[in-house]
């Protein structure tokens, strides 16, 4: 979009310049030009402005694979004591960590993400609060 913007400030003044010949007009033609010079140059330099820190210093045609997060301690593992088998409407078992097992023995409970949070059934039919196990080995956690 820049550079056709450009390309147009640039055949306007273009056809601007070609108009009158006398000494007024050509002042008056002076003055556009100046004009839509300076705002081309204000253009380009608030486009590039704009734009500086979109990539952070990164190249998008040059990915920067195997980046470590130094910042974040690694989280600790989840006690395997805590994981329930349970089973969906259509009968298909999996597996998930009951909510109230991991405030009782996991630390850090109240950190999960809470996109893996669900609810289950347990065996006397009760609806329990838990997390997926496979949701949670996907962010990151590991289990002991």
């Known amino acids: 979009m820049t550079r056709k913007f450009i390309a147009t400030i640039l055949a306007a003044a273009i056809a601007v310049t070609t108009l009158g010949s006398t000494a007024q007009a050509h002042h008056r033609n002076d003055d ?3 004009f839509l010079g300076a705002a081309t ?3 380009i330099i608030g486009n590039a402005l704009k734009h500086k820190n979109h990539n952070h210093g990164y190249y998008p045609h040059k990915p920067y694979y195997g980046h470590t997060n130094y910042h974040h301690k690694p989280k600790p593992a989840l006690p395997r004591n805590c994981i329930r088998k349970t089973a969906n409407k259509k ?6 960590f009951n909510r109230h097992c991991l405030k009782k023995t996991y630390k850090a409970a109240h950190k999960l993400p809470s996109s893996c949070a669900l609810r289950y059934r347990g065996k006397n039919g009760h609806i329990r609060h838990g997390y997926g196990v496979t949701c949670l080995k996907n962010k990151g956690y590991k289990i002991h």
């Open 91 to 96: 009968g298909h078992a999996y597996h998930v």
């Open 41 to 43: 140059t204000l253009i």
């Open 32 to 34: 556009l030009i100046k």
